[in-house]
């Protein structure tokens, strides 16, 4: 089991910025091929934010490009979401996923494994 913990979320205003984190559990390099972001609201299903490949390939939900940026730290094993220009339809819970390499990042089926999660609330 790879244990993935998120940090990074909170409360801001339209327009601001926040950064997630995600630390993956020592060792955990050595073996998974993706890792990337999805978001989920109440009553919906989670949907993909962004995901990197370990040679540094990044997708990202077209609806985000431009105000998300995913990157990692591949010595300390964290993946960073910096998010600009907040809107008030951002907020959700933001899940770190890691798993296998995939043709498809915006579906789940390639996350192996989950956080817990971080809140993300954008007020107008």
């Known amino acids: 089991q790879v244990q993935l913990v998120e940090s990074g979320g909170g409360s801001v205003q339209a327009g601001g910025s926040l950064r997630l984190s995600c630390a993956a559990a020592?060792?955990?390099?050595?073996?998974?091929?993706?890792m990337g972001w999805f978001r989920q609201t109440p009553g919906k299903e989670r949907e993909a934010v962004a995901a990197v490949d370990n040679i540094g390939r990044t997708n990202y939900a077209d609806s985000l490009k431009g105000r998300f940026t995913i990157s990692q730290h591949n010595a300390r094993n964290i993946l960073y979401l910096q998010m600009n220009s907040l809107k008030p339809e951002d907020t959700a819970m933001y899940y770190c996923?890691?798993?296998?390499?995939?043709?498809?990042?915006?579906?789940?089926?390639?996350?192996?494994?989950w956080g817990q999660g971080t809140q993300v609330t954008v007020s107008s």
């Open positions: 996923a890691a798993g296998y390499c995939s043709g498809d990042y915006l579906s789940p089926a390639w996350v192996a494994y």
């Open positions: 020592s060792g955990y390099t050595y073996t998974r091929c993706a």
